[in-house]
């Protein structure tokens, strides 16, 4: 059996895209199994996978995880993300738990009708400017470290970036009036291991489309 993670999910972004962020920022190759059909999701409940009857499912040092904090929890402490002490675990916790709360909103969009999309999209774009960019721009300037906690990467930087990056594909001059956030940006975005993931041809997965909103509806409804 090989020793890299196996990720179960569906063949898009949502819950497992942070931990295929936080994998790929560890150097960690990692293998993907899709879910395509409902059966296999029935069949991963069925044979006891799942705890709660939900994925993500991760494969790792012979465990079996579900629940998503959990297993990013994981993979930050183990390679060494996760910073150094309590209080910059406190701290790290803080601002992850902010990006995804602004993430958790955009994820949520395609699954939503029309009308829901148009009016909830200038919404999310309006929090980000005025909430949550605001207050990574303001640590990041009382931090003066380039990083957001201590003085290397950490799960709060990788999971801010990925944020970053999923507002701009809605709006792509959301940073304009963040200065600290747009040299953030481009210094993690250049980091060997984030650089290699943001190519073509990784495992990164596209804005979810149609289909992929279909097949997700499909495998978790009956009919």
């Known amino acids: 059996m090989s ?38 999701y029935l069949k991963l409940i069925q044979d006891g996978h799942l705890l709660f009857d939900q994925v993500p499912l991760v494969e790792i040092d012979g465990m079996k995880m579900v629940q998503t904090k959990a297993i990013l929890s994981y993979i930050a402490g183990k390679h060494n993300l996760y910073g150094k002490g309590l209080k910059e675990r406190a701290f790290i916790d803080t601002y992850v738990e902010g990006t995804t709360d602004l993430m958790q909103m955009i994820l949520t969009l395609p699954f939503s009708p029309p009308e829901a999309k148009k009016k909830n999209l200038p919404l999310i774009i309006e929090k980000a400017k005025n909430r949550y960019f605001p207050a990574y721009e303001k640590a990041l300037k009382q931090h003066g470290q380039g990083f957001l906690v201590g003085n290397q990467l950490s799960w709060a930087d990788v999971h801010l970036l990925e944020a970053i990056l999923m507002v701009e594909e809605k709006e792509s001059t959301v940073l304009s009036e963040f200065p600290l956030l747009q040299g953030f940006k481009t210094r993690i975005s250049n980091m060997a291991t984030i650089k290699k993931f943001l190519q073509p041809g990784s495992q990164r997965k596209p804005q979810p489309d149609d289909k992929y909103v279909a097949t997700v509806m499909k495998i978790l409804k009956e009919g």
Do not use: C, H
């Not at 931990?19 to 409902?38: C, K, N, S």
């Open 3 to 40: 020793g890299k993670p196996k990720l179960t999910y569906f063949n898009g972004r949502g819950r497992m895209e942070s931990i295929r962020w936080l994998l790929a920022a560890a150097g960690v190759e990692f293998e993907e199994d899709f879910l395509e059909t409902r059966e296999q």
